[in-house]
C-alpha cells in the first residue's frame, strides 16, 4: 500500500473510529427496584441496568450511567446532557412529544399499596379525600392528578420512592400508586405492606432517547432485536422477575 493509502486509510479510521466507539451518556433514576437501584457501593444495577448493557454490547456502543432524578430525565433529552435515558419510563404520547422511545422493553401496570392492615383501595376514585403518595414525573402520579387534581393538597408527590414507602410505612399518607413490580419489590423489603387494587393500567415501558436521534434509536432498537434473539433478553428477564 502506498504512503498516500495509508494515510487516507488512517484518516478514515481516526474519523470513524470514534463513531465506532462512542459512549452514550444513559440517565437513570436509581430509585426504581428491581428496575435500577444501587449497590453497597453507591452504583446502579437492577433489570434496566442489565438491559441497557446487553442491548449497547450488541449494538457496539458503550455506556455511562449517571443517576439522577427522574422528573430530570426528559429534560437532561433535551437539553443534550444525555443521550439516553432507561428508568422504567412508560411510552406516553406527552412524552413522545418531546423525546423518541425505542421499541417497548417490558410491560407493567400501576396498583395501590396500602398498609397491609389498614383500608384497602381498588381503584383511583376511591382515594377521593384521602392522603396518596407519587412519585414526581411518573405516569402513577399523572393518574392521581387527574382524579384528585393537580393542586390537591392530599395529593403527595415525592423524587424518591424510598421516601414514598416510608411515609406509608409511618402512616403519614394513606396509599401509594406506583407500578406493580416495584410495588412487589419494596413489599419484599418492607413488612406489613399489600397490594389493595388491581391492575389498573396496561403501560410499555421504552429507552429513551433525544428527539431527532435517529442513528442511536435505530442502534438500541437492533440491539434490543438482537438480544431478545439470543436469548440474553429472557435470561436477564428470568433473573429479576421470576421470584414473580
Known amino acids: 500500500m502506498s504512503k498516500a493509502s495509508l494515510f487516507v486509510a488512517a484518516l478514515l479510521f481516526a474519523v470513524c473510529a470514534p463513531l465506532a466507539a462512542a459512549e452514550v451518556v444513559v440517565g437513570t433514576n436509581a430509585e426504581f427496584p428491581p428496575f435500577e437501584f444501587t449497590d453497597d457501593n453507591n452504583n446502579p444495577i437492577g433489570y434496566d441496568m442489565d438491559i441497557i448493557q446487553a442491548v449497547a454490547d450488541a449494538a457496539g456502543f458503550s455506556v455511562r450511567i449517571q443517576n439522577q432524578a427522574f422528573d430530570t430525565l426528559v429534560e437532561g433529552l433535551e437539553s443534550g446532557k444525555l443521550d439516553a435515558a432507561i428508568s422504567g419510563m412508560t411510552i406516553t404520547e406527552a412524552r413522545k412529544q418531546k423525546i423518541d422511545f425505542s421499541q417497548p422493553y417490558y410491560n407493567a401496570a400501576q396498583v395501590i399499596v396500602v398498609q397491609e392492615e389498614g383500608e384497602g383501595y381498588e381503584t383511583i376514585e376511591q382515594l377521593k379525600g384521602k392522603i396518596v403518595g407519587v412519585q414526581l414525573g411518573t405516569t402513577g402520579a399523572g393518574m392521581v392528578e387527574t382524579v384528585l387534581g ?24 394513606d396509599a401509594i400508586v406506583v407500578d406493580l413490580p416495584v410495588a412487589q419489590a419494596y413489599m419484599r423489603r418492607l413488612s406489613g405492606l399489600r397490594i389493595s387494587s388491581p391492575r389498573m393500567s396496561e403501560e410499555e415501558y421504552g429507552i429513551a432517547v433525544r428527539k431527532g436521534n435517529a442513528e442511536l434509536l435505530q442502534k438500541i432498537n437492533d440491539g434490543l432485536t438482537a438480544i431478545r434473539a439470543n436469548g440474553e433478553y429472557d435470561r436477564i428477564t428470568d433473573k429479576w422477575f421470576q421470584e414473580n
Not at 393542586?151 to 421516601?163: T, V
Request: glycine share 4%.
Open 150 to 173: 393537580e393542586d390537591n393538597p392530599n395529593l403527595k408527590q415525592f423524587r424518591k420512592y424510598n421516601e414514598v414507602f416510608s411515609d406509608l410505612k409511618l402512616g403519614r399518607i
